[in-house]
T-cell receptor
């Protein structure tokens, strides 16, 4: 079974631009979660989608948004980029039915650099 | 609210020595706990998880962890370190309540293995 894939793997943007990251979950998984990883803040939860609906949201500004399509693929968008948005963005997929015990499988991440 | 604390941001061991990575949790409800490993420029890989079945959990690559409620700990161990174990290790707990279920991560412990 193919794992979680994320595209692109690397991105360089400038302040003020917007960016869209994509995540394809493991086949059959209906939940996709997004995390931001930075050296200073560590791993922080952004949001989770299940069956095209946002089920859970972390404490990030409204510039961070996401969506999920009917095939469970997900995108996240960051508008008006700031230097502090430079991070590794990780996507994780799970079956989604057992909220607390399901295993989340992570993709390789997208490394975003904001200049 | 749930949280995890990883003691020691860097741990160095010799090849063949015992690996012990410490994780303490805080939770007002029975926790669901996870250990993930991250190799350079990669995503997170699940090592093992505790979901209230057995207190001693065996994972991949020879790792295991023991859930100790009295000590609120979930330390990760491996009897004999291998060079390939050099990576960063994250302990995580599931957020609980409502539609939560996202992972809350510790700050991570970088493991170095000396030949």
């Amino acid at each position: 079974k193919a794992g979680v894939t994320q595209t692109p793997r690397y991105l360089i943007k400038t302040r003020g631009q917007q960016v869209t990251l994509s995540c394809s979950p493991i086949s059959g998984h209906r939940s996709v979660s997004w995390y931001q990883q930075t050296p200073g803040q560590g791993l922080q939860f952004l949001f989770e989608y299940f069956s095209e609906t946002q089920r859970n949201k972390g404490n990030f500004p409204g510039r961070f948004s996401g969506r999920q399509f009917s095939n469970s693929r997900s995108e996240m968008n960051v508008s008006t980029l700031e230097l502090g948005d430079s991070a590794l963005y990780l996507c994780a997929s799970s079956l989604g039915y057992q909220l607390y015990t399901d295993t989340q499988y992570f993709g390789p991440g997208t490394r975003l650099t904001v200049l | 609210a749930q949280s995890v604390t990883q003691l020691g941001s860097h741990v160095s061991v010799s090849e063949g020595a015992l690996v012990l990575l410490r994780c303490n949790y805080s939770s007002s409800v029975p926790p669901y706990l996870f250990w993930y490993v991250q190799y350079p420029n990669q995503g997170l890989q699940l090592l093992l998880k505790y979901t209230s079945a057995a207190t001693l959990v065996k994972g991949i690559n020879g790792f295991e962890a023991e859930f100790k409620k009295s000590e609120t700990s979930f330390h990760l161990t491996k009897p004999s370190a291998h060079m390939s174990d050099a990576a960063e290790y994250f302990c995580a707990v599931r957020a609980y309540g409502g539609s939560q279920g996202n992972l809350i991560f510790g700050k991570g412990t970088k493991l170095s293995v000396k030949p």
